[in-house]
């Protein structure tokens, strides 16, 4: 699924409701919820959402109402994606990466032998 966002740096609470067909009390909740959503506050106290917040959002909505996880499971979910999405990671760095993990494991395994 394409999300097409609005050709705008930021979005006020309302339009982000609209969007995302959330209520405007919800997304004031999650940002209690979840510290990675916090939008920006203009001067006169607005809530200004980013791109990078709408998608937080989409992806919380999604975890909550698709996959039907709780707060607490969402909250953890978003933190492991978090800990271990590095887009930098090249295909050839993962493949090391997996090489050491194995390598630490038979380790640990001949030890335990």
Do not use: C, N
């Not at 999650?30 to 959002?57: A, C, H, M, N």
């Not at 090249?90 to 395994?109: H, N, P, T």
């Amino acid at each position: 699924m394409s999300t097409v966002f609005p050709d705008k740096l930021y979005l006020r609470i309302g339009e982000v409701s609209v969007f995302t067909g959330l209520p405007s009390s919800v997304l004031r909740y999650w940002e209690s919820e979840f510290v990675t959503l916090s939008p920006r506050k203009s001067s006169t106290g607005q809530r200004l959402y980013s791109r990078k917040d709408i998608e937080q959002i989409l992806e919380i909505k999604k975890l909550l109402y698709a996959d039907k996880l709780t707060i607490e499971g969402a909250r953890k979910r978003i933190e492991v994606r978090k800990r271990y999405h590095k887009p930098e990671l090249s295909m050839e760095r993962l493949a090391a990466l997996i090489e050491d993990v194995k390598l630490e494991l038979r380790g640990l395994r001949d030890q335990l032998q």
